[in-house]
T-cell receptor
Framework: ETGVTQTPRHLVMGMTNKKSLKCEQH?????MYWYKQSAKKPLELMFV???????ENNSVPSRFSPECPNSSHLFLHLHTLQPEDSALYLC???????????????FGPGTRLTVT | AQSVSQHNHHVILSEAASLELGCNYS??????LFWYVQYPGQHLQLLLK??????LVKGIKGFEAEFIKSKFSFNLRKPSVQWSDTAEYFC???????????FGAGTRLTVKP
């Protein structure tokens, strides 16, 4: 498979559940990102990893916990979420961290998360 | 705080009309500028980018954008839209000086046949 893949595509969870989102990139990139996409709001950058080291964490609540075991895989662990966390969560990758240089990002299809 | 502003949330046009979507940013210094597009049911994908040189850049599907440094703007244009241009368009700005990357809120474009 090519590009950036995300699983699951849809997730419904209660506020007391623990779940994880998975992202995999097949592009040989060094940087991976998690974004939150909510209606009528800017795409929110949550976390950035470059060569498996976190380089950006934009004041994201601790109920979101990222993990980057290698440059091809990125996880977002979720626990005790709130209904306002319902959104589309996008994963992206780029050759290197786009805040440092001329790197376009490649996006996955997203995981539609609903917190009940 | 640094920001990227897209002034129009939803634009509705008829086919063959001209399009201009605004994007303004608040970063000083050197910036890398992008427009991404999200067609219905598809991934976000790059439409065009500007790093340096000619401030008028051309992208896929007849789109172009102009970087005006003095206005901190990077507006997207297309002379004649098609129904297939119906999508959401996102402006993004990378700032080397600030080690930052931000997207705008997006503009939804609806083109009526």
């Amino acid at each position: 498979e090519t590009g950036v893949t995300q699983t699951p595509r849809h997730l419904v969870m209660g506020m007391t559940n623990k779940k994880s989102l998975k992202c995999e990139q097949h592009l040989g990139h060094n940087a991976m990102y998690w974004y939150k996409q909510s209606a009528k709001k800017p795409l929110e950058l949550m976390f950035v990893y470059s060569l498996e080291e976190r380089v950006e964490n934009n004041s994201v609540p601790s109920r979101f916990s990222p993990e980057c075991p290698n440059s091809s895989h990125l996880f977002l662990h979720l626990h005790t979420l709130q209904p306002e966390d319902s959104a589309l969560y996008l994963c992206a990758s780029s050759q290197d961290w786009a805040g440092r240089g001329r790197y376009e990002q490649y996006f996955g299809p997203g995981t539609r998360l609903t917190v009940t | 705080a640094q920001s990227v502003s897209q002034h129009n949330h939803h634009v509705i046009l008829s086919e063959a009309a001209s399009l201009e979507l605004g994007c303004n940013y608040s970063y000083g210094g050197t910036v890398n500028l992008f427009w991404y597009v999200q067609y219905p049911g598809q991934h976000l994908q790059l439409l065009l980018k500007y790093f340096s040189g000619d401030p008028l850049v051309k992208g896929i599907k007849g789109f172009e954008a102009e970087f005006i440094k003095s206005k901190f703007s990077f507006n997207l244009r297309k002379p004649s839209v098609q129904w297939s241009d119906t999508a959401e368009y996102f402006c993004a700005v990378g700032s080397y000086n600030n080690n930052d990357m931000r997207f705008g809120a997006g503009t939804r474009l609806t083109v009526k046949p």
